[in-house]
């Protein structure tokens, strides 16, 4: 509890108590009167502050003017213990709410503690800590056992498993050394590493994710966006109601019914129906429980970058996938050699060379299979084909690298292969010299995702590929996928997607999973983008709505379970708080529902719908 949730509490004793006292003295008339103020301000002076203020900005109708009204109204009929307790218990409801929301709050830092607070800059042996803002690219930071990484980087020296949890949600340590990538939130576990800082701490991983996490709550969702305009127009109409519960029924009474007017006792009734009519529950519990969804995820390791994608990632019925580091491994392995007409380690030497100036999965097993330093020298005149391959001059020779159209681009008659998996034709001096076969790995947990969604009412799971209808078919048999295309290129799976779009109904929406590099295109054009395995990933987390912080397929329909909880949890809090309200307005029209009733139908609802929304918070374990 902090010093202003204390102070709060003081005053809601010191209210309490002398309200206890006062009613317990036999005193009546001005001096009852004036003794109930001193609770009454003690424990209402700011709400009636809140009021005066916004009646002076011409924004009247709120809570605060609402709760004014009503108790003073209240106590000015007389019923100074029920003017007091109304405004008393309303403190209480804001004190809960003030500490329900501080403690979510505190709940999501806690779990997204990834912000480190200092960076081990080492000047004449001696260690010194340093602002991480003040680091430098190409400085060597120090990160010792049990601190966090501050800044991304690439380890020169050391040996250390990292703590991944706060940013992937999972406990399995990861190991590194010399050469490996780190990026800023792992906490070092082990050895002591040094790290050369490859970008500045604004430009880190932790630094992106948390303005990611901040910036979420500024993307308002449909549920979100009603309920501010429900209030905007709710509140003056009850105002307004009252207004009219207080005079119009008197007036009917008095000159059509020839009855007294009991002006006392509709007035009475009008303050119940204002107590009662206070939208606390609405506008608090469904931001928040939009907050906590969006913390609970982030717990997960899934981040998502405001309650709008949240709400339209619960409505997934299509889930379109990449194929290569998104279901499979993206990891390549050469498997075999076939149809060469020259020395196998001549021919992978020819094509690792090609190769070296791209940073695709299947160069670099190209270049892993070769096994020995490339020699960039040897090289003239690289001219990558997108979807194709490459060309590039080896050794003063015409080296051709890619896929059958390739071949097909340059004329040559190539060489069909018997066993699956990704064929990498070579042609030399604008002869066919052969096909490297390299495969893919499929990931451990790639079966059970789709399974997982099919339990979660996914309709229809679809994979797009650019490798070979071979390959992608026998992947798509395996994970159990219901449709698979093969052979796009970057632009034919943006259109795949948008006939996919064409053909859902409106209500239904399509995620599309990729690694949010490549696939940047098709993540920006489908319903809700999600990047997969998007660790250190500026590009990832620029093009996706919803990014996975590690490269697990399962964690797809667990974002999906979050999003679909989160809002079950919205609607429950709307439809409970309008149907309670809705109940005791008109008992409290009818005369039935007394100030009591009028307490629990705005705190005790309000109280109820926090507590339900703070459940979003907290995420079951697959």
Not at 13 to 37: E, K, N, Q
Not at 87 to 100: H, K, N, R, T, V
Not at 230 to 242: H, K, L, N, Q, S
Not at 497 to 504: D, G, P, S, T
């Amino acid at each position: 509890m902090n010093k202003k949730q204390k102070k709060m509490l003081i005053r809601i004793l010191a209210a309490a108590a002398l309200m206890i006292l006062f009613s317990c003295l036999p005193i009546d008339g001005y001096l009852r009167f004036g003794l109930f103020m001193i609770p009454y301000l003690v424990i209402g002076y700011d709400i009636l502050k809140k009021a005066g203020k916004g009646i002076r900005n011409r924004q009247v109708f709120d809570e605060n003017f609402l709760m004014a009204v009503a108790t003073l109204g209240a106590i000015l009929l007389g019923d100074y213990s029920e003017g007091v307790a109304v405004m008393l218990f309303y403190q209480i409801g804001e004190l809960f709410q003030s500490y329900a929301v501080g403690k979510s709050r505190r709940n999501i830092s806690d779990l997204m503690d990834i912000r480190p607070d200092y960076a081990n800059i080492e000047c004449d042996g001696q260690l010194e800590k340093v602002d991480p803002d003040e680091v430098e690219i190409g400085s060597t930071i120090v990160v010792q056992p049990g601190e966090k990484v501050p800044i991304d980087g690439i380890v020169i020296e050391g040996k250390t498993a990292l703590n991944t949890s706060a940013l992937t949600g999972e406990s399995l340590p990861r190991e590194v050394e010399k050469g490996d990538e780190v990026i800023s939130g792992c906490i070092n576990m082990t050895g002591l590493i040094r790290i050369r800082t490859t970008k500045e701490f604004g430009e880190s991983t932790v630094s992106k994710i948390l303005e990611l996490v901040e910036n979420s709550s500024s993307r308002k969702s449909k549920s979100e966006n009603f309920i501010s305009k429900f209030a905007r127009y709710y509140t003056p109409a009850v105002c307004y109601g009252a207004l009219v519960l207080a005079i119009l029924p008197p007036l009917v009474r008095m000159l059509f019914m020839g009855l007294s007017p009991e002006w006392g006792d509709w007035i009475y009734r009008a303050l119940t129906f204002l107590v009662i009519s206070c939208p606390c529950a609405l506008v608090i519990s469904i931001p928040l429980s939009f907050f906590a969804g969006i913390g609970g995820a982030s717990n997960a390791g899934v981040l998502v970058k405001g309650s709008n994608y949240l709400e339209t990632l619960s409505q997934t019925k299509i889930v379109v996938f990449d194929k290569t580091g998104t279901m499979t491994k993206g990891v390549f392995e050469v498997s075999g050699v076939h149809h060469n007409s020259m020395d196998q380690e001549q021919l992978l030497e020819y094509a690792a060379l090609a190769e070296s100036a791209s940073s695709h999965p299947i160069s670099k097993s190209l270049q892993r299979a070769y096994g020995k330093a490339i020699d960039r020298s040897r090289v003239s005149d690289i001219e990558e084909i997108g979807g194709n391959g490459v060309t590039a001059r080896v050794d003063g020779r015409m080296v051709a690298v890619g896929n059958a159209k390739m071949m097909n681009r340059l004329g040559i008659v190539w060489q069909d292969c018997h066993h699956v998996g990704t064929v990498v034709h070579i042609a030399i001096d604008g002869e066919y010299a052969g096909h490297i076969l390299i495969s893919d790995i499929v990931k451990p947990t790639a079966v059970e995702a789709i399974q997982s969604l099919k339990k979660a009412s996914v309709a229809k799971t679809v994979m797009l590929t650019g490798d070979a209808k071979r390959v992608a078919e026998q992947v798509a048999s395996e994970l159990g996928i219901d449709e698979v295309y093969s052979e796009l290129l970057p632009a034919d799976k943006v259109r795949k997607v948008e006939e996919f779009l064409a053909m859902k109904s409106e209500k239904e929406k399509l995620a599309f999973v990729g690694d949010g590099i490549n696939d940047a295109p098709v993540l920006s054009r489908a319903d809700i983008g999600i990047a997969m395995g998007a660790m250190g990933s500026d590009a990832a987390i620029e093009a996706a709505d919803v990014v996975l912080m590690d490269d697990d397929p399962l964690k797809v329909s667990k974002a999906i379970r979050i999003s679909r909880k989160c809002l079950r949890i919205v609607y429950q809090n709307i439809y409970f708080a309008i149907g309670v309200k809705a109940v005791c307005l008109i008992l409290g029209a009818l005369g039935i529902a007394n100030m009591w009733m009028a307490i629990f139908a705005d705190v005790g609802v309000m109280i109820l719908a926090v507590l339900n929304a703070i459940r979003a918070l907290f995420v079951k374990k697959l």
